[in-house]
T-cell receptor, first 112, second 115 residues
Framework: EDQVTQSPEALRLQEGESSSLNCSYT??????LFWYRQDPGKGPEFLFT???AGEEKEKERLKATLTKKESFLHITAPKPEDSATYLC?????????????FGKGTKLTVNP | KAGVTQTPRYLIKTRGQQVTLSCSPI?????VSWYQQTPGQGLQFLFE???????NKGNFPGRFSGRQFSNSRSEMNVSTLELGDSALYLC??????????????FGPGTRLTVL
């Protein structure tokens, strides 16, 4: 069964304290890996797409990396405004089309 | 460019009732996907519509249905509501509907509470 697992479920950091979030997947024929950010009461906001092992993408204090079995979202010197739930998702082929399978997310809290 | 809009934003219904939620995709996008988000299960795929045709369906009972109109706007319907249907319902639009190459843009969601 295609699965996406994120860890930890929740993470508390002090402002400036760098860390990483993990997304592991068991998806046959992986076709990419997506990262989203979701703020309370809002829909997920697209961050990155990674297509192949070894690929890296950066946006401000965030850097996403991909291996053959997992992806990491590295947060460097986070600020309180980085507090959100971070979701990863993998596209899975189904019924002649594709759907996104999401992990349950990591809730990040950055304290000032 | 306007984003994905969903109406209503909040709904309170009682068990046994039915509900219709609406989603207007980004202009030019032809694919609309619906998801249910709950604290326990996270985001789960309901179905996807492309050019008025349901192209993909998740593992939800037949009480959950949807449709798409010629202007790409989509509606989803839940009949005979159960307490467990309480959730945030999200729709997402994309141009091609090919998940691996096509970013999905999400709306703010409709918060449904079933009493």
């Amino acid at each position: 069964e295609d699965q996406v697992t994120q860890s930890p479920e929740a993470l508390r950091l002090q402002e400036g304290e760098s860390s990483s979030l993990n997304c592991s997947y068991t998806v046959s024929g992986l076709r990419g890996l997506f990262w989203y950010r979701q703020d309370p009461g809002k829909g997920p906001e697209f961050l990155f797409t990674l297509y192949s092992a070894g690929e890296e993408k950066e946006k401000e204090r965030l850097k996403a990396t991909l291996t053959k079995k997992e992806s990491f979202l590295h947060i460097t010197a986070p600020k309180p405004e980085d507090s959100a739930t971070y979701l990863c998702a993998a596209p899975v082929a189904q019924g002649g089309s594709e759907k996104l399978v999401f992990g349950k997310g990591t809730k990040l809290t950055v304290n000032p | 460019k306007a984003g994905v809009t969903q109406t209503p934003r909040y709904l309170i219904k009682t068990r046994g009732q039915q509900v219709t939620l609406s989603c207007s995709p980004i202009s030019g996008h032809r694919s609309v996907s619906w998801y249910q988000q709950t604290p326990g299960q996270g985001l789960q795929f309901l179905f996807e519509y492309f050019s008025e045709t349901q192209r993909n369906k998740g593992n939800f009972p037949g009480r959950f249905s949807g449709r798409q109109f010629s202007n790409s706007r989509s509606e989803m319907n839940v009949s005979t509501l159960e307490l467990g249907d309480s959730a945030l319902y999200l729709c997402a639009s994309s141009f091609y509907g090919r998940a691996r190459i096509d970013e999905q843009f999400f709306g703010p969601g409709t918060r449904l509470t079933v009493l």
